[in-house]
């Protein structure tokens, strides 16, 4: 039998000799390749942690003890650990599980996430409401050393550091964020572990210590502390002391006896404490640890070489085309900059940071700070682009509302991932852009029906100096061949473009749903209803004259538009129809007030209305509606 069936609760693994815990180890890393090559998913994180995983359980009282996963792309070890072994093989797939921590999922999942640094001050919050109702148990919260690239890090940590808390912060130092970590804390973190010196030091002081007869006695305790001063100059410790924390490290993650042994002893003291943990990402994946590309994997990929089996055949991908557009426009304006926050292969900037390495900038999992940043380039004349997921983009809003739309700044966002993510579920959904971009006064609001558009609009937005600017777009593949930069016109500000006149009802499109409205609209021609589709490449500011000519003509606009329903499009257009005709009736088809979860992209739209089926029945029905209306 192996060890993992022999499993039946974390609580066994006390139980287990060190022995079969390395050996446990062993099995897990070759069942993560093994099911990972089917399923995809975030492979590197959890190859990395796997003794630290199992340490932790062995350690800790869970699910008693609250053991909360940063971002939550490492927990599939935790995920083998904790009953979820067999469910492994629906990983990421719709009714599965989840590639990252749910609360609903179990009772080991102490905290969900999908987002970078929220881990700290989760665990304090409960490190404090265990506190505040006299309860007793652990607190222990895992974080990347990518992650302290995050402000939200620092914040936890300053508020837990001098709380004297009884709460424990696991450092799990790979020296990568997606790509390689950048920053000074990562310097500062790398410098230290590569010290030789102290490596050095440490090693004699053991030496002389084991020769004076231990550490034990008067000049062992002498020792000690001189190692603990050489320690205080020579690792981290001396920061996160600084802060409040009892520092300890750094440790080798894959040393089952060391990670057991200090954790043992970590557990029973008090107050914060950090525990320092030097692990390698993408641990015993048979191509090679630490890549960029084994961060995450697509479904079907060879174990052993991580390339995917079946060759695509489809089109490029919006982040792709984006990606070569945004190399060719900084060769043509050297004013352009472009900022990721730690997503430069996700977004498909790698093209232009090798083009302009001067002009390109990894700010780390920083988004609040990327947009000031940005902010700060725009009031020198630079002409910033910030590429970034829709989802994370959330975590800068305020600094989107504050220091750039307020001061009228020229920042220019390309907001990836837009609408239905597909795998990721509903951590990583951009369905909320189109509401909260709308709301920003001075925002030009875009979404491209294709891939030339894409390019189109983003000209538009570098060509254009009055103030914010964002051009949104899916995790999804072009449906256009898409000539080089230079060869494609700025899209004219405000308009739209009328593709299929017809009459009665309308449907204004916004970005991806142009394609599917189209086909709707074929559908119903054959059934003799006669569609008009306009592409709303414009939300804000829209197209005045075409909308005028749309009222004049048409009894209905059917808004449709891959982004929540609630103060979207549809309901600013409805706003706005509502002042000028009135007898105009606009409704809103979007995708609706729940959360949506992992599912295929293709299923997600389908559930939603947002194909060409779901279009053209929504039309149906308006057209119904209208009819017994008279
Ligand atoms: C707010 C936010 N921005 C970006 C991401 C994308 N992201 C997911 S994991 C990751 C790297 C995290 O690095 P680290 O914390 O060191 O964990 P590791 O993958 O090295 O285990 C990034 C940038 C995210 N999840 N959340
Ligand atoms: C964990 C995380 O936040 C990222 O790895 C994210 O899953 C990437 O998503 P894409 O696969 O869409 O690039
Ligand atoms: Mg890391």
């Known amino acids: 039998m192996s060890l993992l069936a022999r499993l039946k609760s974390t609580s066994d693994l006390k139980a287990f000799s060190r022995d079969e815990l390395r050996a446990l180890a062993d099995e897990m890393r070759a069942r993560l390749i093994d099911v990972c090559s089917r399923t995809g998913g975030h492979i590197g994180a959890g190859l990395g942690v796997v003794e630290l995983t199992i340490a932790l359980h ?205 954790f043992a002893a970590v557990r029973e003291l008090k107050g914060p404490r950090l525990v320092h943990v030097i692990t390698q990402k993408g641990k015993g994946f048979p191509a090679g640890e630490s890549v960029e590309k084994w961060h995450a994997l697509p479904p079907g990929h060879d174990p052993s070489t991580g390339k995917q089996l079946k060759a695509s055949t489809a089109n490029p991908a919006y982040t792709a085309v984006f990606g070569k557009g945004l190399a060719e426009l900084g060769t043509l304006d050297p004013d352009v900059a472009v900022i990721t926050a730690a997503m430069p292969s996700g977004t498909g900037t790698g093209a232009f940071a090798k083009a302009h390495p001067k002009r390109f900038f990894d700010v780390g999992i920083a988004e609040g700070h990327a947009v000031t940043f940005a902010a700060g380039l725009a009031t020198r004349g630079v002409k910033p682009i910030v590429a970034i997921y829709s989802t994370f983009l959330q975590r800068g809003y305020d600094n989107v509302v504050h220091d750039v739309a307020l001061q009228h700044l020229p920042v220019v966002f390309a907001m990836d991932r837009a609408g239905l993510v597909g795998e990721d579920g509903e951590t990583h959904m951009g369905l909320y852009d189109i509401a909260y971009m709308l709301a920003v006064p001075g ?139 009135p007898s105009v009736r606009v409704v809103a088809h979007g995708v609706p007030d729940r959360i949506i979860y992992a599912a295929p992209r293709k299923r997600q739209l389908a559930n939603c209305g947002l194909d060409a089926t779901g279009i053209a029945e929504r039309v149906r029905a308006l057209h119904e509606s209208e009819a017994v209306a008279g």
């Open 58 to 262: 062995a350690v800790l009282d869970t699910p008693r003890d609250q053991l909360v996963w940063d971002v939550g792309h490492q927990g599939y070890p935790h995920k083998l650990l904790t009953g979820r072994d067999e469910g492994m093989e629906t990983l990421r797939q719709e009714e599965g599980i989840s590639g990252f921590l749910k609360r609903t999922e179990s009772p080991y999942d102490a905290f969900g996430a999908g987002h970078a640094a929220t881990s700290i001050s989760a665990a304090l919050g409960m490190a404090v409401g265990r506190d505040l109702r006299g309860e007793d148990f652990k607190v222990a919260a895992v974080i990347g050393d990518g992650a302290l690239s995050c402000g939200l890090a620092y914040e936890g940590l300053n508020n837990a550091g001098h709380s004297e808390r009884d709460i424990i912060v696991v450092l799990n130092d790979n020296e990568m964020s997606i790509a390689p970590n950048v920053g000074a804390m990562h310097k500062y973190l790398t410098s230290v572990q590569r010290n030789s010196l102290y490596n050095r030091l440490r090693s004699k002081i053991g030496e002389i210590a084991d020769g004076m007869g231990g550490k034990t006695g008067v000049p062992g305790t002498l020792l000690r502390k001189w190692e603990e001063s050489v320690k205080a100059f020579l690792t981290p410790g001396v920061l996160f002391e600084e802060l409040g924390f009892r520092y300890f490290g750094p440790i080798d993650g894959h040393d089952i006896d060391q990670l057991v042994d200090t």
């Open 443 to 581: 925002m030009t609001v875009t979404a491209p029906k294709d891939g030339t558009e894409l390019l189109a609009l983003l000209r538009a937005g570098v060509e254009q100096d009055a103030g914010p600017f964002c051009v949104r777009y899916p995790r999804d593949v072009v449906p256009d061949a898409v000539p080089d930069l230079a060869k494609i016109e700025a899209t004219p500000h405000a308009t739209w473009e009328v593709l299929r006149r017809g009459r009665e009802v309308a449907i204004l499109a916004v970005g991806t749903m142009v394609g599917p409205s189209l086909e709707a609209a074929e559908t119903l021609a054959a059934e003799g209803l006669d569609v008009t589709v306009v592409n709303c490449r414009y939300l804000k500011p829209y197209d005045e004259l075409t909308l005028t000519a749309l009222l004049a003509d048409h009894r209905s606009l059917l808004v449709v538009e891959e982004g929540t329903v609630v103060n979207g499009f549809g309901a600013y257009m409805a706003s706005v129809v509502e002042r000028r005709e």
